[in-house]
């Protein structure tokens, strides 16, 4: 079997050019407009688009993420259960890349901007290297 792991947009030939928002054009150029984050860990992985990032020095760094609600009370959740770590942070922009080895101690979690109705809130973590 073939895996095709392209995303795609199907659309009815009848409404073709009358949503642009819709056309692939437009979601390709946005593409270059959200720096994409990654968190990953042995049994979890968080992502989300970038709002804020503060590096004093590449042992701590300071990210704010747009990710939803329910995964930012998660994260908040491990945090004061058993404590997080991150192995690994990478961030996207369209084709470029930047991958930053941890291990990381995820410290001083918080949940910001919460957006009701669409279920969405920046989640505000510190990275300190181990």
């Given amino acids: 079997m073939i895996e095709d792991r392209s995303n795609r947009l199907l659309m ?31 049994t979890s992985i968080t992502s989300g688009i970038l709002v804020g990032i503060s ?42 890349e930047i991958c930053l080895p941890g291990p990381f101690k995820i410290s001083s979690p918080k949940i910001l901007d919460i957006d009701h109705q669409n279920k969405m809130c920046t989640l505000g973590v510190d990275l300190i290297k181990i």
Avoid: Q, W
């Fill in 55 to 96: 590096i004093e020095c590449l042992a701590e760094i300071k990210l704010d993420i747009r990710v939803k609600l329910n995964e930012a009370f998660s994260t908040i959740k491990n945090y004061t259960t058993s404590g997080l770590s991150c192995r690994l942070l990478y961030m996207h922009l369209s084709d470029d």
């Fill in 12 to 42: 009815s030939d009848s409404i073709r050019g009358m949503i642009p928002e819709l056309e692939e054009e437009y979601i390709a150029s946005l593409g270059d407009s959200y720096v994409i984050i990654t968190l990953t860990d042995l």
